[in-house]
């Protein structure tokens, strides 16, 4: 599974990007994907995550109610609205899919898109 980010940037603080994330391969076989974030001298935390048939979402608290998180299966692609930005969301976010395949978990990872928040 190849996942592929894109839509950070710079935008100040109030304002709203969405992010999107490309995975080709065999997606068939992922069962959940999230975006988790990084900030320099942070841990990657979680910020959302969404089940195979989009049944199922969370959120990290910080998030919740700014943030949507959404994927579209046709398309192989999940995305990410972020509303209401604050200084406090600037990190790289990653796209993360996962599967499990005879109890074994597998994490593929994207390469990571800066979002800035400026204030």
């Known amino acids: 599974v190849k996942l592929v980010e894109s839509g950070g940037g710079l935008v100040q603080a109030g304002g709203s990007l969405r992010l999107s994330c490309a995975a080709s391969?065999?997606?068939?076989?992922?069962?959940?994907m999230g975006w988790y974030r990084q900030a320099p001298g942070k841990q990657r935390e979680l910020v959302a995550a969404?089940?195979?048939?989009?049944?199922?979402?969370n959120y990290a608290d910080s998030v919740k109610g700014r943030f949507t998180i959404s994927r579209d299966n046709a398309k192989d692609t999940m995305y990410l609205q972020m509303n209401s930005l604050k200084p406090e969301d600037t990190a790289v976010y990653y796209c993360?899919?996962?599967?499990?395949?005879?109890?074994?978990?597998?994490?593929?990872w994207g390469q990571g898109t800066q979002v800035t928040v400026s204030s």
């Open positions: 993360n899919a996962r599967e499990f395949r005879w109890a074994v978990r597998y994490d593929y």
């Open positions: 969404i089940t195979s048939g989009g049944g199922t979402t």
């Open positions: 391969g065999n997606t068939f076989s992922i069962n959940t």
